[in-house]
């Protein structure tokens, strides 16, 4: 269940202004405080996620980055040992190993 922060619009609130809570994605944001019953606003906040640093690791992590270099002929950037380098569309053997990359 995902962790929502909110704060307190009474200042002598025992929550100290703001609180963290559990609830489903499914609920309805809290409209007054558990507390002392004063009204509340839902702070969004940025998760944690960075974007990957470059091809080596999008590889690492499963991903299969291709690069149109022509009509219908694509570079796979982030090929493995075992795939081709280039994917042309009219021949689906070249196509990156999904399957390969992707563990259950």
Request: with cysteine; hydrophobic share 30%.
């Amino acid at each position: 269940m995902p962790l929502y922060f909110y704060e307190c619009g009474n200042p002598a609130c025992p929550s100290g202004g703001s609180f963290s809570l559990r609830q489903s994605i499914h609920e309805e944001a809290l409209a007054a405080c558990p507390h002392c019953g004063g009204g509340v606003a839902r702070i969004i906040r940025p998760v944690g996620l960075s974007a990957p640093a470059g091809d080596g690791e999008l590889r690492d992590k499963g991903f299969a980055k291709l690069v149109r270099r022509d009509k219908g002929v694509y570079e796979n950037v982030t090929a493995l040992d075992h795939e081709s380098r280039y994917y042309h569309a009219d021949r689906p053997e070249t196509m990156p190993d999904i399957r390969r990359r992707v563990g259950d």
